[in-house]
């Protein structure tokens, strides 16, 4: 264990209408296996103890699961972890003395800015209360294993399902798409028995909605896959515009 | 003398054990389908009992207002729930059935949940499974195409459905789905970054809330025929924790002081399998999921020099022969091993750590080692069984634990991980009738939020069960018990003096705590609150530990009361304030916790009194003067003790006994 010392810019905004602009601080002697977001809590304790209001930012469970984390770092949504991992699972270790850190939301039309670097990702929801589900009643359904499903089907589904949502992919693509997010919901449940009566129709309304709250096409610059803290790929992609594409014709 | 509450005020239905559920569905009142679109409900809470609960009410046809302090409802700390979901479906043909499951929750409860309860929990475990599966959740499979099971602790058979070590997020996820289309339908309204800061009483019966708008700091009036809490445990006392930063027990005191009692809060889970603690400047413990007990061995040394000259840095775990290693679980609980349930499992770490044994620099840690397992199977089955967790832990320590480090007389040593037991869950919580209604008419209170299922220890795997029992399978067949009659009330206007009265009160509380203009950060204060509850409201507690934490707790709010600083405007976002508001909660949640633990003079599960143990260092428990839920009730100030009332246990289907996990 080492301490480390660097210099942080982060962006200031006090709402989505106003321009925003970066604070500088020189921040010493970090302990290099604080989290990043440790990092953030001090800097935190300095600006209330000098009776400045704290930076602000989304955070939650601090174990890469919720999806809350949402900082964009040297240029890099969530920042340069080692695997796929969330802001919350960075660690100061991956930073050397004298670093220039600069701090920023995540940018894009679908996500405006509440404060500082805290954004309004409630496009999410509405994408998946568009059909991100299977019409299923609560109540007796058949027994569990009256569906069977192959392991791979199965673990294929699981894997598109890790999407913690966090916007990432967004985050990182130049159109601004959500083509990610939501191509892993429906090929999740695409995958499944219990997902097709309603595949083409959730395709259909999912796009539909993305397309309505002002997020970009998808031009496969693979941004979004390169960023994913789940690892979720761009195959989704191509799976989503093949239900989309057969639910079109179907028409 | 404390009070003695009349039996009946339990609601429990008469009958056999394993006929009450179903006697008490075929003669409950029910609400018809024309008065359910009278009828709003307010859910605070989106984690897998508040979401579960308010996409079921909402598909019956009750409008449903539902709330959540996060930016989505998906965020919900269940999200974060890792191993696993149990249930009785004996997929295994290992021997399980609705009666195992529940003689195994209750018995792992130490004997100190109501019998009742459990069994309603274990035989609505299976559907949970059903409805799961058909919502599209994609629990592990066997090449066959059917459901897989794990192995957790406290039980002989294998019953825990699982996705990855993601299951809390693949069951949230699930129960977020139904929500969404809930929403689409128009059924229920959701209200995200919206905090409850209090509940509002109109003619005894809880008929509303105020919320803060998080984003404007706005304070917001809602009104509803019924109030259901889901709302999380309150971990959080202790500052650190594996629960999430924004996890609080405001809403749960918020119901307390209006009245509400709170049912055994000694009862905190202490998870034996965390990260341990690396600095003063950590924010949360990191949890490693209790499913690594399956295949991973726990040990220390067997000699003290061993372990000194691991606190010292000198030697590493991998350099100590398997013979001068002390695999403590397996030595003093052959019959369940590693896998003894998490209290068990907690204390016998607490207890080598005690005497010297402890591996990293702070002496507060044990060894969780794979390699035995590596060997056996390959490191490509461990990663695939536990690859996420394996990253999860070199992310913060730096160390990979599947790597090979040396190899000694032809054995091969992997690095082993090192754990320590850290706060995880809360078994107390407001206490609930068998329909799951707290003392106050119109309030209810879910998942883990309420007290009533886990005892006084919570078996893994059983959290994620209780709270989607509660959602989908309880509260929506209860909650018409009391709504039956309600739809003769018309909507009930925010205008009335009550919720003026509330909201006052609120505004009141914000400005008292502007007007301190102290040094200290809300931080600073809980990290001290959260250091006096480790020390002496933690895992080994003493009378005279707990009488010198209620002064220091007394201490503590002074503290807060005259030092406490808040940034930032009153209307507006502000994240010191929202702290504030937590803090002003916990400590009263902690001086909560440590009368309880001081009345309790026995041990059991997750309440561990040094004075009453057995000479083996076993938990000792009093059946005869302690086969209660102390239910704690507010006596108009916070800085008042609180009196207590007995809920006396009454078993009927289970003879109680001393728990043994050693044969």
């Known amino acids: ?251 | 003398m404390a009070k003695i509450l009349d039996p009946a005020i339990s609601r429990i239905p008469e009958g056999p054990v394993a006929e009450k559920w179903t006697n008490y569905k075929a003669h409950q009142k029910l609400v018809n389908p024309k008065n359910k679109l009278k009828l709003d409900v307010i859910v605070v809470g989106t984690g897998l009992a508040g979401a579960s609960a308010a996409a079921s009410l909402g598909e019956m046809g009750f409008n449903v207002l539902n709330f959540c302090i996060q930016d989505s409802p998906r965020r919900a700390h269940s999200i974060a729930a890792q191993g696993g979901i149990n249930a009785a479906k004996n997929y295994q043909n290992d021997g399980d059935s609705v009666y195992r499951l529940f003689y195994d929750t209750v018995k792992g409860g130490d004997y100190r949940a109501r019998e009742a309860n459990v069994y309603r929990l274990a035989e609505v475990s299976n559907n949970i499974i059903d409805q799961c599966v058909a919502q599209g959740v994609p629990f592990a499979r066997e090449y066959g195409g059917m459901l897989a099971n794990r192995s957790f602790g406290g039980a002989q058979v294998s019953r825990t459905f699982y996705a990855k070590g993601q299951t809390g997020q693949q069951l949230l996820l699930g129960a977020y789905s139904a929500l969404s289309c809930q929403v689409n339908a128009g059924k229920v309204k959701l209200y995200t970054r919206y905090e409850m800061v209090e509940l509002v009483m109109v003619d005894g019966r809880a008929r509303g809330i105020i919320a803060r708008n998080l984003v404007t700091g706005k304070l917001e009036r809602f009104a509803a025929h019924a109030v259901v809490i889901a709302t999380g445990g309150y971990g959080n006392t202790y500052f650190l924790s594996t629960n999430a930063m924004g996890c609080n027990c405001s809403a749960a005191m918020q119901a307390y002081r209006k009245g509400a009692w709170f049912a055994n809060p000694a009862y905190v889970q202490i998870h034996p399998t965390c990260i341990p603690v690396h600095g003063d400047k950590q924010s949360k413990l990191t949890l490693m999921s209790e499913s690594l007990r399956n295949d991973g061995r726990i040990w220390v040394p067997k000699k003290l020099e061993d372990a000194k000259k691991l606190q010292a840095g000198q030697i590493k775990g991998s350099d100590i022969p398997e013979e001068d290693r002390d695999y403590y679980l397996e030595r003093r609980y052959p019959a369940f091993g590693n896998l003894v349930p998490r209290d068990v499992a907690s204390r016998a770490a607490k207890e080598r750590c005690d005497k010297g044994y402890g591996v990293n620099n702070t002496g507060l840690a044990v060894f969780l080692d794979f390699s035995e397992s590596i060997e056996r199977l390959g490191i490509d089955v461990v990663r695939q069984r536990y690859g996420n967790l394996f990253d999860m832990y070199e992310e913060i320590t730096d160390v990979n634990p599947g790597e090979l480090a040396r190899e000694i007389n032809g054995v091969k040593y992997y690095n082993p991980m090192m754990i320590y037991p850290a706060i995880h869950y809360t078994m107390g919580g407001i206490w609930v009738d068998y329909e799951l209604q707290t003392s106050l008419k119109g309030l209810f209170a879910i998942g883990e939020c309420n007290f009533s299922d886990h005892g006084a220890n919570r078996l893994g795997a059983s959290a994620l069960m209780q709270g989607l029992a509660d959602g989908y399978f309880v509260l929506p067949y209860t909650i018409q018990n009391y709504l039956s009659d309600q739809a003769i009330w018309p909507r009930i206007s925010t205008d009335m003096p009550e919720f003026a009265e509330a909201e006052k009160a609120v505004r009141d509380r914000i400005d008292h705590l502007f007007n301190i203009k102290g040094k200290k950060s809300v931080d600073s204060i809980h990290k001290e609150l959260g250091h006096v509850m480790w020390e002496y409201v933690g895992m080994g507690r003493t009378k005279e530990g707990l009488e010198t934490g209620l002064k220091k707790l007394k201490e503590i709010r002074k503290e807060f009361e005259t030092e406490l600083f808040i940034p930032g405007k009153k209307d507006d976002l502000n994240i010191e304030l929202e702290k504030a508001l937590r803090l002003n909660d916990f400590i009263t949640m902690g001086e909560l916790i440590a009368y309880d633990a001081l009345n309790r003079e026995e041990s059991c599960g997750g309440h561990f009194r040094e004075e009453h143990q057995t000479e083996e260092g076993e938990a000792k428990r009093d059946d005869e003067n302690f086969f209660y839920v102390a239910c704690w009730e507010y006596q108009g100030a916070d800085d008042k003790a609180p009196e207590m009332l007995k809920e006396q246990l009454n078993y009927e289907a289970i003879k109680v006994q001393t728990r043994n996990y050693k044969n």
């Open chain 1, 1 to 251: 264990m080492a301490n480390i010392s660097f210099t942080i810019k982060f962006w200031r905004q006090n709402g989505p209408k106003d321009k925003g602009h970066f604070d500088t601080r020189e921040m010493k002697d970090i302990p290099d296996d604080t989290s990043f977001l440790e990092m953030l809590d001090i800097l935190n304790e300095q600006l209330v103890a000098e009776g400045k209001e704290p930076f602000v930012f989304d955070h939650d469970c601090r174990e890469g699961i919720c999806g809350m984390c949402s900082l964009y770092i040297n240029g890099t949504p969530h920042g340069k972890t080692a695997s796929g991992a969330t802001t919350c699972q960075l660690y100061m270790r991956r930073f050397k003395n004298g670093d220039v850190i600069t701090v920023e939301p995540w940018r894009s039309a679908g996500f405006p800015v509440i404060r500082d670097c805290m954004v309004d990702r409630s496009a999410f929801d509405k994408i998946m209360q568009a059909g991100g589900y299977v019409t299923v009643r609560t109540g007796q359904p058949q027994d569990a294993n009256a569906i069977l499903i192959p392991k791979q089907d199965a673990d294929e589904a699981m894997d598109c399902a890790s999407c913690i949502g966090c916007g990432a992919c967004v985050a990182a693509c130049k159109n601004g798409s959500a083509m990610l997010f939501v191509s892993s919901k429906v090929s999740q449940l695409a995958l499944l028995p219990q997902g097709r009566p309603e595949a083409a129709k959730r395709a259909k309304a999912m796009i539909a909605k993305m397309d309505e709250l002002g997020f970009g096409n998808c031009t496969n610059t693979r941004a979004c896959e390169a960023v994913c803290p789940k690892c979720e790929t761009i195959a989704n992609i191509a799976r989503l515009n093949r239900e989309f594409i057969c639910a079109k014709l179907a028409d």
